[in-house]
């Protein structure tokens, strides 16, 4: 699960997944079925999933609906579901094009129906299915605040753990000096207390090339 912006980028969940009052109009209980975040940072969008690009365009005939996501990219994605990245600035995907999850796609924008920059986010069974709760892909929930993007999770706010216990400083130092452990560009360690596997192995691997003197 991921957000959809580049690693260590802070992010808000400004608008959530179900019903709310209309930015522009002020009406309430109108629908709105996906999530608005914003970037305080790194304006880049990337695919949450890979798949493929249905859609990248800009719509401008008002009587489509979609002309008020303005700058938009579509992508079907491997999970079976439609994804839409709207409001977008850039564009740097085109339709029938492969895009892996991670890949930039765009900026963050405010083409179209918007207020101010942001990325609306919305995901269905199919393109003009049912959608579907993003908080079930994204790993976060369906609440406003503030969320730090990384490779494989998503970890709410930040973590108070960066300073080691004076007892384990030494072998912090060690780990840290031979690549063994890193920081993530917001000022903790990894180890944390969840790993991949992809990270396991190279832990593992890096320990055994060092005990090998390579």
């Not at 609440?143 to 494989?152: F, K, M, P, R």
């Not at 990894?190 to 390579?214: H, N, P, S």
Request: hydrophobic share 35%; proline share 4%; charged share 20%.
């Amino acid at each position: 699960m991921r957000l959809p912006y580049n690693p260590g980028t802070p992010v808000r969940l400004v608008s959530t997944y179900g019903r709310r009052e209309d930015p522009i109009t002020h009406e309430k209980g109108v629908p709105h079925w996906a999530f608005d975040l914003v970037s305080d940072g790194d304006k880049t969008i990337c695919a949450v999933v890979g798949g493929t690009v249905l859609q990248s365009r800009m719509v401008t005939d008002m009587t489509n609906p979609t002309s008020e996501w303005g700058n938009y990219i579509s992508i079907f994605g491997n999970d079976g579901r439609v994804h839409f990245f709207c409001h977008l600035s850039e564009r740097w995907v085109s339709a029938g094009e492969y895009v892996a999850a991670g890949q930039a796609i765009g900026m963050e924008g405010s083409t179209g129906r918007s207020t101010g920059s942001h990325l609306h986010y919305e995901v269905r069974v199919s393109v003009t299915g049912a959608t579907v709760n993003p908080e079930e892909i994204l790993g976060i929930p369906n609440e406003e605040g503030g969320y730090i993007v990384n490779i494989e999770e998503v970890k709410i706010g930040k973590r108070t753990d960066s300073e080691p216990q004076e007892w384990a400083k030494e072998a912090v130092e060690w780990a840290v000096t031979n690549g063994i452990i890193y920081g993530d560009g917001d000022g903790n360690l990894m180890l944390r207390e969840t790993c991949t596997r992809e990270q396991v192995l190279v832990f593992i691997y890096r320990m055994f090339r060092l005990m090998q003197g390579g």
